[in-house]
């Protein structure tokens, strides 16, 4: 590492919190993104196969939407409008609903809350409770929603939850789809355990979840099993919020995660891939009956990132005003699980995990899967892990990588991948 | 309004939640921002008091920062880093440390949280109870911190409160300085309860505070009342944070509202004005023996906005890096206190305050106040309220505004006062 | 009804709470109570299936325990001692451990806590959370542990839980044994949630539990899933509290219901029987690590009733001292056994529920089920139901009723059963 | 000691909880109870100042009640009951509505929840929050109203707060009357929290206090301050709950504490004193329009404990049926005032505390209080300290004690006070 670049590191040693985490275990020192690479400050390039854990489904600095912002800003574009009006938010929420909520048949209204989503998440949980009077909200085990007080309720995740140092109120943990293994029907067991006059679960305000599960493993929800959800959701009187953070956006292949499943959620929520570009922004989808918040009664300073709302209109136009684009994505769902099927045949007991363009591999171990994922970092690759233990090796790649990019990277993960098993192997074998 | 103007507004009726708030008394579809001045679509212009809340203390598209970003981005410069080391993250850190925490003594690590207030102030209290082992913490009467539901238990007002539709958890109302009239110590009422084996007040995790109370009524802080505050949170082991995000970045004239306070706060949370130019950003400040946060044990997608650092870096750079910023501004809080004394010989019993470039008038009532504002924005000025009942007049121009435009502002100002009051009198003579 | 009677009753419902309840299905006015019997101010007399629920295991004025409590008030015995030492509560305890601890190998310490069983439960559940510093407890389906804040939180039944109008913290629902049929074990389903680091079950610092859930329907759990759970708590740090407040005392014929279960619980709760003569008094047990309560740190006024420890020592030694009583006791739940299923057979779908001396029959309605024990309370025999839609027609005699006394009240169960059916069958056939 | 009292000690300390506390400064074995003595097993006797912490407001074994209970139980009167009508049950509500109710011109019900003023404290919050819909309730610096979970978040001490080891919901604190010293008026200070919309206190469901605070130190409540709150509850929409279980049933010199201070609380909760005898038995008395629970929404077993009713109605006949028992306690609340003041002019800066029959002296420190009451204890006298530091020495004989018994025992107190003051002043002399 030459000098310069360790002083430069030695600034976030001796400044930025203890609570950096990526940079840990990638400590390049990143200066660009073009499409799906990243590229350090000495010009190496990495291919990016975690894109910003889905908020880079169109890969780094698109050109057209680069195009727009800069002619946004250098034409002297408001830059932070409050919740003003302005022809930039009007021509986002114009293009989303033409392209979007009206071709779906979604009478959803949209509400810009603060840029992140478990803000959204946060707006989410309120509305549920105000509409409903009821406070207990049903999340499922292995769900991650954020860790703001509200949303880190519904988190599963022990580790973040403990971050609270006290307690969390309002959720009900029920299992997930699949969660104690084929033959049981969870979704059957909530709807027991609702209706059992002494089940001892209040009566819901809301059922969130996620279609996948993209924190806590690629954990991929039946149509089924998510329609049995949205039924027992509207027999107990409570809204159905489906939190399409990671897996909305084209993620699973559509543009929303539930689109095939046979359900319209009452509140969607949404951030990470929404801007297009990377930028903060978050938005949640309620159903109009259920808007019932009075005028900035959840507000927020940045509600509605301007920037982002001339991004987020590009991403709209290029890549969901036709189907093109979905039909892209049909074929390369197709590749990534070719290439990962190839993984997991490496590793004894591994499986495929997860839908769409959000798949991964569960190698048994999160050792193993980190080790996998460090040794990609050194050959060009980024890529992480996923799951209760991290043991799902995931693969996150913009949704807009070529083919040829896609193949690439998986040669850097099947060698990275066999690299460390004959590494293990050998020390085994000592 | 021209007719395409009316079906553009028809889409925020449309599909924007009612949740939306500023662009029902002002709306006009906002286009352009240039410094101290808004832009609508038809190129009518309005003075900005009101500079996003405080958001916009640089004015908007500041020339330097519009142009640093627009090379990073045609760059292709990252835009989303997650929480990876960036040179763009490195230069904006030692520009901080260099300009901001050094001169000031100050030892703390910079946290990037995601980019809301709230989500500064979520993470700042759970920091507070993770280092403490306690979760009940100090916050005021009129304070406001947030609508997320760790951050919404802090926050004073009823309305926000009432969004949460479920009991929030974790707080210990006491009444701010000066709540209970100009006799009374509420510092030591404060001790007192805290003293008391029966006091019934648990012990605090933290007393979180905002040493001018920007939402709340431009209540200020006496700085023997926030020593008091800080020798208490010191002697029951307490943190101390001071909830810096709309009175810190320059409002109160210096870069931190308690600069001259004699104060060290354990953590300080900060947002709006931080990116220097609007944009979504936030992050606290905290000393480094609680810096206690495990990798990633509060987290977020949007750690961290590059966009953001690049402006925030040139704003630090341009307006901090010598003292001749902070002289301006105590030029400005003169004028801006000698103009606002015009007003309140206007309003029988009104009142001056706030305390630097946040200050205000309060006219005795939340009707006459927005009135006031409203008049003022028919005449080309965006002014907005404050208070429990709105009833101050609250001035939050852009600190760069040139004092011919803050004149012209005022008069403004002072004209819709005028005709209010007179149209009032009128009314009152029939 | 003679005229003072009406009178009288009149000032039950002009003075008494709307919260009464056994009364408006037996609307007598009883006055006097003799073993098995209850007796009206008429002189009718009716056989006692129910006994206090639970609270009259020897039935009503045994004449050993009124002798031994006539002759304490006569002689001036004191009253009220509140923790004070007397020779009263020294005696009490000296039978408790030569007649229950001892020969058990127990070395539990006895608390008094206020007299009622869920007083005992609330200090039951705040040693565990001293203990632990966790606050999660792990609580049942169909559980009744009290309707005070602290254990109405562990108890299911939604009905006494809405009377909280407030949401109820600390406690983790999951399904008991046998709660979603007999392929599945929940107890496997609890370690899998606790175990998973994304379970989003928080660290338990208890689980509680009733061996037999006897207001939840006379579920009884069994010695293998008990076990189970108590080496869940082990695994997890966790103290196993068994709440013994209606199935201890005999009912399950032995002293404590776990007694054969192979497992040593960290806290038994006791109420109800524990005086033997139906006094209010309440203890819970508690191993000697665990007994971590300062002096007073949970106190009441009422802790330890002198004249319960009157009675309580007599039943102790008069009961409990040999075995004669249990092996009465389990011929009697054989007699149970058998008249219950002359009952069963009755109705079609109807299943034996519960164990020892707390048997009843699932009549798989409560509609039925009431009627049922409506026409036995006309024919002279008060019995009750069960369960979380009242569908349990359940036998709490006491455990002193001798079998001819059995019989009868069995054949008016049985006569009112057939009257029932006849009746609805009639109607049907209309 | 002789040898078997040591044994039987020792079963205390080898079976009884570590939360046993009287006995600790107390350690004599105490047998037998007569009017205003206790009587030890060896037949020493000692002046009760204590009265079972105000549970024995008619001294030990009141001769008449005695009879009545000897008589009920020798003739199987009822002894449990659970909540059906019984003659005994009724003879005691109609003797409470002719002799307390009526003439107090209240329209009360009479609520009898489980045996423990906790219970009734409980059921209090309960029915205020299901009739208001709100869940916060206010309570007082240096309140006590029991420990388990829903009534420890109203109780302010710390101590006993701690033991729940975990967040007590749902009580706002507050300054009792007095608390800031004289010129500050408490009352005026909550409401104007109440009303201002931003101070950050949610609207209450009840306002709960006790008009003397017997645990909390014997502050005692103004009339006026009373009436301010009762206005402000009922302004605010909340019910006026009054703590009377240590103040009530004469306590004050009234049966009911707040008789002359011309309010009407919505519900009084009463315990101690209640039965007359000792015995645990607590109620609730509220107005019609807030008798809101349904048919055994809090239950419990021992609610209406039968030998109380019996011995609380001889009480009532006894003592309230005229007004020569109240003549009788104005004389003696006079003597207890003139013999304290002897105590207070012993001790530098000592003050007077309390009011009617529930008098002390604050000596300033809790050690002082408590030397004092250990010298009076080896000197035939049981007498406590109360307050937040245990600094009051505080006297609670039964109302009944003849004035010769009362001399008696404050010579012992004021011979102990000059012994421990002396002993003092020599070692510091030293």
């Known amino acids: 590492m030459p000098k310069d670049m360790t002083e430069t590191a030695d600034i976030f040693t001796r400044r930025e919190s203890a609570a950096r985490s990526y940079c840990r275990g990638m400590p390049a020192m990143f200066a660009k993104g073009r499409g799906s690479e990243l590229i350090d400050a000495d010009g190496k390039?990495?291919?990016?196969?975690?894109?910003?854990?889905?908020?880079?489904?169109?890969?780094?600095?698109?050109?057209?939407?680069?195009?727009?912002?800069?002619?946004?800003?250098t034409g002297d574009g408001i830059a932070h409008g409050l919740d003003l009006?302005?022809?930039?938010?009007?021509?986002?929420?114009?293009?989303?609903e033409r392209h979007i909520l009206a071709p779906r048949d979604m009478d959803h209204r949209i509400m810009f809350t603060g840029p992140t989503g478990a803000n959204a998440v946060e707006a989410a949980m309120k509305i549920a409770r105000k509409v409903t009077g009821h406070s207990n909200i049903i999340a499922f085990t292995n769900g991650f929603h954020g860790v703001t007080m509200g949303a880190l309720a519904a988190t599963g995740n022990g580790y973040h939850r403990g971050g609270a140092a006290m307690d969390l109120a309002g959720v009900t943990r029920m299992p997930f789809d699949g969660y104690f293994g084929e033959g049981v029907d969870t979704a059957?067991?909530?709807?027991?355990?609702?209706?059992?006059?002494?089940?001892?679960?209040?009566?819901?305000?809301?059922?969130?979840?996620?279609?996948?599960?993209?924190?806590?493993?690629?954990?991929?929800?039946?149509p089924?099993?998510?329609?049995?959800?949205?039924?027992?959701?509207?027999?107990h009187g409570a809204l159905l919020i489906i939190d399409d953070i990671q897996a909305g956006c084209g993620r699973t292949g559509t543009f929303f995660s539930f689109e095939e499943m046979g359900v319209t959620p009452d509140i969607v929520t949404m951030a990470k891939s929404l801007s297009g570009f990377g930028l903060p922004f978050a938005a949640l989808l309620v159903r109009p009956e259920h808007d019932?918040?009075?005028?900035?009664?959840?507000?927020?300073?940045?509600?509605?990132n301007t920037h982002a709302f001339v991004t987020a209109r590009v991403a709209i136009e290029k890549f969901w005003a036709d189907e093109a684009?979905?039909?892209?994505?049909?074929?390369?769902?197709?590749?990534?699980?070719?290439?990962?099927?190839?993984?997991?045949?490496?590793?004894?007991?591994?499986?495929?995990?997860?839908r769409g363009l959000m798949?991964?591999?569960?190698?048994?171990?999160?050792?193993?899967?980190?080790?996998?994922?460090?040794?990609?970092?050194?050959?060009?690759?980024?890529?992480?892990?996923?799951?209760?233990?991290?043991q799902v090796v995931k693969v996150l790649a913009p949704l807009t990588t070529p083919v040829e990019t896609f193949n690439e990277g998986f040669d850097i993960l099947l060698t990275a991948a066999r690299g460390v098993l004959d590494s293990a192997a050998k020390i085994a074998a000592e």
């Open 359 to 390: 798949q991964g591999v569960d190698v048994g171990s999160g050792e193993l899967a980190s080790a996998i994922c460090a040794r990609a970092y050194e050959l060009g690759l980024v890529i992480e892990t996923s799951g209760n233990e991290d």
């Open 224 to 235: 089924e099993w998510v329609r049995h959800i949205a039924a027992i959701a509207r027999k």
């Open 85 to 96: 009006h302005t022809s930039t938010k009007a021509a986002f929420i114009e293009a989303f």
């Open 325 to 354: 684009f979905e039909q892209e994505l049909a074929e390369k769902q197709r590749l990534i699980l070719d290439r990962l099927a190839e993984l997991a045949v490496l590793v004894p007991g591994a499986t495929l995990k997860g």
């Open 45 to 73: 390039a990495w291919i990016d196969f975690l894109a910003g854990c889905s908020s880079l489904n169109y890969g780094h600095n698109d050109p057209d939407m680069k195009a727009a912002l800069v002619e946004h800003i």
């Open 292 to 304: 019932v918040f009075g005028p900035a009664e959840h507000n927020g300073t940045f509600r509605g």
């Open 188 to 222: 059957a067991q909530l709807e027991q355990m609702l209706s059992d006059a002494s089940g001892g679960v209040d009566a819901p305000a809301a059922i969130i979840l996620e279609t996948v599960q993209g924190e806590g493993g690629l954990n991929a929800a039946s």
